[in-house]
């Protein structure tokens, strides 16, 4: 059975990290919170964890933008797009934080 | 999904004439009248006749007929819409509806900030001044140039006006502005002094860097949206002020009111920032004949 190479995945991190990690953000915290506004008391915790992964996916696709420097190559093109969506989900989970930060959970 | 519907409903009714639709708290209320507090229309006035004079004295100095015709339309334009936001019942409004007080602020950060911006009124504002006066003012000026950039620099103004507008909207600092009339009118100030901010980053740093100023806006645009849509979808009203007051001017429960005002400010904001974004995007098309490289 052939192994996978994780390293034609790099360009990728950070879509595939912002994603799982707002994800995992909204089913932890604001989904739960429906059920039970004391899980509300987690959103920075979550929050933060949830930065760091994308920070982190981020920067493994800036590394492999760096190491592409044929501007028609697919994988640039690929971890530049990585790299938007990074921002992207960046925002939809400090959003999530800011709003844990100046609302109580059970008023939501 | 129903209160949703009849906040949709109630947002059309803001269009007529509010006064003769407003019932007050409970229903039974006068109708919202208008706000003459010396504090706000004496240096409403006081900024209308120094700016009047300056354009007045620069005219008469100018060779050219139509000078500073487009500044002055776009400081009136600015200042009646500050007027209608604080004098007019539409502010007396926002004590009973927090829907109609999100319309005052709106109009304060979203209209009259940036039509203040782009009339550039110091420069004309300085003329109803001596000379005296005018030349140490403007050594003044060229003390504080380095504040003054580092205040306006697109992404410092960007988060200040950010940072303004999330803390004043915890529940906490937005109760203590509706019980206390002098933090209502720090709140109000300081929506409009970062907002004045804003706009001069962004609209007066276009030359430079188009990108960076559309980033700004759409940075913008999702922040106010994101608190637009958190309020528009809670279903508890955030605010004891205004969740003590039963059925607003509209006949709205204070959840609906609010419901009412996360909507006025996350799609009509949204599509302020949206626009002057896509406007900026064409007038640097315009410039470049078609070519442009947003970034340099």
């Known amino acids: 059975m052939k192994m996978p190479n994780f390293a034609e995945l790099k360009p990728w991190a950070g879509l595939i990290a912002g994603m799982g990690a707002a994800g995992l953000q909204h089913q932890l915290v604001s989904d739960s919170i429906h059920f039970d506004c004391r899980y509300g008391d987690y959103d920075l915790l979550v929050g933060l964890a949830a930065l760091l992964v994308i920070a982190v996916g981020g920067l493994v696709s800036w590394s492999s933008l760096r190491a592409q420097p044929d501007t028609d190559s697919t994988r640039r093109f690929v971890a530049q797009m990585s790299l938007m969506a990074t921002v992207l989900f960046a925002l939809m989970v400090l959003w999530g934080i800011m709003a844990g930060v100046i609302l109580p959970a059970c008023l939501l | ?296």
């Open chain 2, 1 to 296: 999904m129903k209160g949703f519907a009849r906040a949709s409903v109630a947002f059309c009714a803001m269009a007529s004439p509010f006064a003769a639709r407003a019932h007050g708290a409970h229903g039974t209320a006068a109708a919202p009248g208008w706000t003459f507090d010396a504090w706000v229309v004496g240096p409403l006035l006081l900024s209308l006749l120094w700016y009047a004079t300056g354009y007045l004295r620069l005219r008469n100095r100018s060779t050219v007929a139509a000078a500073h015709h487009a500044s002055a339309g776009w400081f009136v334009a600015g200042w009646l819409v500050l007027a209608t936001a604080l004098v007019t019942p539409l502010h007396e409004a926002g004590e009973r509806s927090f829907a109609a007080h999100m319309l005052e602020h709106e109009l304060l950060m979203l209209v009259a900030a940036p039509l203040m911006v782009l009339s550039r009124p110091i420069g004309i504002a300085l003329w109803a001044l001596p000379q005296g006066v005018r030349r140490a003012l403007g050594a003044l000026g060229h003390g504080i140039s380095a504040p003054w950039r580092a205040l306006t620099a697109p992404v410092t103004a960007t988060l200040l006006q950010a940072v303004a507008l999330w803390l004043w909207h915890a529940p906490r600092l937005f109760d203590l502005a509706l019980a206390d009339p002098g933090w209502h009118v720090i709140q109000h100030l300081s929506f409009l002094a970062t907002a004045l901010l804003f706009w001069w980053a962004v609209l007066h740093g276009r030359e430079r860097r188009v990108g960076v100023s559309v980033a700004c806006l759409f940075f913008t645009a999702t922040i106010s949206g994101a608190l637009g849509a958190l309020m528009a979808f809670s279903s508890s009203p955030w605010y004891a002020g205004y969740a003590s007051s039963g059925l607003d001017a509209f006949g709205l429960t204070p959840a609906e009111d609010q419901q009412l005002a996360g909507l006025l400010m996350w799609i009509p904001g949204g599509l302020v920032h949206a626009l002057a974004a896509l406007a900026m995007f064409g007038r640097r098309l315009r410039h470049d004949r078609g070519h442009i490289n947003a970034f340099d």
